[in-house]
């Protein structure tokens, strides 16, 4: 993005303004570069850049209380994949073996953070249920309670002998 003319400090209008977050957002965000690299590009002081990621980060924070976390991971996921497709099509582009190599490094680093996201969702999500179902057994022990709940999220393959006595406890208790 180019300014229609260099600004070295303010008053700016409210058009320039959201043109200029718009590409911080941009450059921060979708490509990683530091306030300080923004600045260079935009040819816009420093601290005009730090003041425009403070409030963009300000305004995620804010969209993050009010926005179910799962549609804030998939739009992070969708950002990412849309970089990873972006990329995908300059690597056909690509003739030079060690540029090649490059981009198929920057494509594994996206594909390992969805990776590292969706590994990071299950377990705190495990985490979550193991300290509410911690949580309920403490208080019904508390309140002296004979009953407690048993949480487990995953498959067990067991005997059929096994099998039929869970099940046979499971039911027992299901009675009320």
């Not at 003739?95 to 390992?112: A, G, N, Q, R, Y």
Request: no cysteine.
């Amino acid at each position: 993005m180019e300014l229609e003319h260099e600004k070295n400090g303010g008053p700016y209008t409210k058009d320039e303004q959201r043109k200029r977050r718009d590409e911080v957002y941009r450059l921060h965000f979708e490509y990683g570069y530091s306030a300080r690299k923004i600045a260079e590009f935009l040819k816009v002081n420093r601290g005009t850049i730090n003041r425009d990621i403070m409030q963009l980060y300000a305004n995620i924070a804010n969209k993050w209380r009010h926005l179910d976390p799962e549609v804030f991971v998939r739009n992070q996921v969708e950002r990412l994949e849309l970089q990873r497709t972006r990329l995908r099509k300059q690597l056909d582009k690509v003739e030079s073996f060690h540029e090649k190599i490059i981009v198929e490094k920057i494509i594994l680093d996206i594909d390992m953070k969805i990776t590292n996201l969706q590994i990071r969702l299950v377990e705190t999500t495990s985490n979550i249920h193991k300290r509410i179902s911690d949580g309920i057994n403490e208080w019904q022990k508390e309140e002296k309670s004979g009953k407690r709940v048993f949480l487990q999220e995953m498959f067990f393959e067991v005997s059929e002998k096994a099998y039929k006595k869970l099940y046979n406890i499971y039911k027992e208790d299901m009675k009320f």
